[in-house]
């Protein structure tokens, strides 16, 4: 009993210490996140993009990230939105390393003391951390009253990308770098969307070599800055 009684007490404290030292690493304190964002969906006719997301994060550096975008005003579909499930990996924290470029002949600095030092600052004192995610999203696209009321004819006459289907489906894969300041992350993400669900079709007088169906759209991109929270 005394043995056994020695043991648990052992297993306690190594476990006690082992968690002290993961609370003081950066990358083991925080596992959840909330966050927002503003930026372009980028396709023929490029819409506004708001994300609102949130993430957990299983290990360390792998998790779940969800949320809600929302679109307006793109391709004759007046607003929109989809939600994504997507697998994260983030890198740990992180500092760039940079040696100051100084014109020696003239002992000063090439670069302005004021642009280079707040350059300094931002870029190589902050910490910065880098994720990957990639993941489906579900979701849908309301069409604007051109895309319900003109005919095939007239859509034709337009020679431009029509909504084709209101049910949205994309494969997503982004890239976000952020700058950390304690528990706040800012920066800019960016990524591409594989369109599953055939949700835009070209139209013009002079159809494609598909005749029935015209030109799919098949792809749409993203660019967006991004703050979040972590907790």
Not at 11 to 36: D, P, R, V
Not at 192 to 212: C, G, M, P, Q
Request: proline share 3%; hydrophobic share 40%.
């Amino acid at each position: 009993m005394r043995y056994i009684l020695i043991i648990s007490i052992y297993i306690l404290c190594i476990n006690e210490m082992t968690a002290q030292i993961q609370y003081k690493n950066e990358n083991y304190k925080y596992f959840n996140e909330i966050g927002a964002g503003i930026g372009v969906a980028i396709f023929h006719d490029n819409s506004t993009q708001i994300n609102l997301e949130a993430a957990e994060f299983i290990e360390p550096n792998i998790g779940i990230r969800t949320g809600i975008i929302s679109y307006s005003e793109m391709s004759h579909s007046k607003w929109g939105f989809k939600v994504p499930v997507l697998l994260a990996f983030r890198t740990s924290n992180t500092k760039l390393d940079y040696d100051y470029d100084y014109d020696y002949e003239n002992q000063h600095r090439i670069l302005p003391h004021i642009t280079s030092d707040l350059m300094y600052s931002l870029l190589f004192n902050l910490p910065m951390r880098f994720e990957f995610n990639i993941g489906p999203a579900i979701g849908y696209l309301h069409p604007n009253k051109e895309n319900k009321e003109l005919n095939t004819e007239e859509k034709r006459k337009r020679e431009d990308y029509f909504l084709n289907t209101r049910l949205l489906v994309t494969l997503d894969a982004n890239v976000k770098a952020s700058f950390v300041i304690k528990q706040v992350n800012i920066g800019i993400s960016g990524g591409v969307s594989l369109l599953a669900t055939r949700n835009y079709k070209y139209y013009a007088i002079d159809d494609f070599a598909d005749e029935k169906d015209g030109k799919i759209a098949r792809w749409m991109g993203n660019i967006s800055f991004n703050a979040s929270y972590r907790f």
